[in-house]
């Protein structure tokens, strides 16, 4: 079972995401003066009095206002609200009650939640000022004044929070959850593929480039395993970043692959391939990650005989960096061939923790040098000793060998070809790690 879940709710610039930041311990959410810069939920543990919460940050909640934005803002708000065991309504002390607040305590009513009215800005000590008890009036039982730049008053608001949680007969998730990124370009349909893998709206899905800032965590259990797929903000090259919150944005996704096990890389079809989807698949290759290349929109491609072969072919070329990852054509918006991302995703995590024992490892290891010699220099043969593998996640081999020099690039890649042949490695990395003997 997932762990109970608080949302905190309010109106745009009352100090939501910076309360957030301070009672999860780190600065996950976008913190900036601009109105509404957290457009989509985001989801964090928070631990208080031994036990551990999920807290979920929500856009401003703004009733009556036409943006197309701010409407969806509004929507992703009420389904945070409706996914929560208990609410955080944060209001301002500085702008006091306002008719909007008005409006979202008559909603948050609606929804029949227990919810912890919480007094932000309150930073200075001693007194409470007088302004503090017009709060009442919005009808939510007594409010809690709360600085959540210092911290004061955070304890006493979880206090309140988890005195209407039930605690017993929740776990918290296993390792049993592959946690997929699904990575790329602004605007190349990862929202929209998560939402279909979904089957319900989870994320902003707009055609305004760039309306996921933020890192949106979706948890889906099926027939085929259980998964945690991560909408990233798109990537972005430097010279287009330049808006503070879109630096937070770019620095977000690269974290979302971080705490990932497998990355989608989606790229538009109707773009093809670009300088940015190679630093984005390059990231992900780095941090050794499972890797996929899903082409979306692949349905409104225009096709011919051999179409799809000749786009393979010049990804595979692009790519030549990371030719084990498989590369799927997809369609969010049809759903074609969505439902088998599902097996390929398990298959590439499992190869990603693949471990190969030693003795196996040294049987291909002397059969690769016996069908290829290693090379020679000045008279002196490079001699591999032996191989073993450390750790998974990518999987990690360490040659000890007589002379690292001798090692060249070109017959660690032979090496490398010659474990895939015989164990697969399909969609993962490989390290290969040099030593000498006596290192």
């Not at 709710?9 to 910076?18: A, E, H, I, L």
């Not at 999920?54 to 206002?65: A, K, N």
């Not at 306002?98 to 409006?103: Q, V």
Request: proline fraction near 4%.
């Amino acid at each position: 079972m997932d762990l109970p879940v608080i949302a905190i709710v309010g109106r745009p610039n009352v100090g939501k995401s910076t309360l957030f930041n301070k009672l999860v311990g780190k600065r996950l959410s976008i913190v900036e003066d601009t109105p509404g810069v957290t457009r989509d939920r985001i989801y964090a543990q928070c631990e208080w009095r031994g036990k551990t919460v999920r807290l979920v940050d929500t856009g401003g909640i703004e009733p009556y206002s036409g943006d197309i934005i701010l409407a969806q803002m509004k929507r992703q708000a009420q389904l945070a609200i409706d996914s929560a065991d208990a609410i955080i309504f944060v209001t301002d002390i500085r702008s006091g009650v306002t008719a909007n607040d008005m409006e979202i305590a008559s909603m948050l009513l609606k929804s029949g939640k227990p919810i912890s009215l919480c007094v932000n800005k309150c930073d200075s000590v001693g007194e409470i000022p007088p302004d503090f008890y017009e709060f009442y009036n919005l009808g939510l039982g007594d409010p809690i004044a709360v600085s959540s730049v210092h911290g004061h008053g955070t304890g006493e608001l979880l206090d309140e929070c988890y005195e209407h949680i039930d605690f017993e007969g929740r776990e918290e998730y296993d390792e049993e959850y592959i946690k997929v990124a699904v990575i790329g370009k602004p605007n190349a349909g990862k929202s929209s593929l998560i939402n279909r893998l979904a089957g319900e709206e989870k994320v902003i899905v707009s055609d305004i480039a760039g309306t996921t800032r933020d890192a949106t965590d979706t948890v889906i259990e099926n027939e085929h395993g259980k998964y945690v797929f991560i909408d990233t903000a798109g990537i972005r090259r430097h010279s287009k970043v330049e808006e503070n919150i879109e630096r937070y944005s770019v620095l977000r996704a690269y974290m979302a692959v971080d705490r990932s096990d497998v990355c989608v890389i989606m790229i538009d079809a109707q773009v093809g391939f670009t300088q940015q989807d190679s630093k984005v698949a390059g990231y992900a290759h780095e941090q050794g990650k499972g890797c996929i290349i899903a082409v979306n929109k692949w349905d409104a491609v225009e096709k011919e005989t051999g179409t799809m072969e000749k786009f393979r072919k010049g990804l595979e070329n692009d790519l030549s960096f990371m030719s084990y990852a498989p590369i799927v054509f997809i369609s969010a918006l049809t759903g074609q061939r969505v439902e088998g991302l599902y097996d390929i995703i398990k298959d590439v995590n499992e190869q990603n923790s693949m471990r190969i024992s030693t003795g196996k490892l040294n049987d291909i290891l002397a059969y690769a040098t016996a069908q290829v010699q290693p090379p020679t220099d000045k008279g002196r043969r490079l001699k591999i000793y032996y191989m073993t593998q450390p750790s998974t996640k990518p999987p990690t081999f360490v040659c000890f060998v007589n002379d690292a020099e001798l090692f060249h690039f070109s017959y660690q890649r032979y090496i490398e070809n010659k474990i895939r042949e015989t164990f697969g490695l399909k969609g993962t990395p490989v390290r290969m790690i040099v030593r000498e003997r006596g290192e």
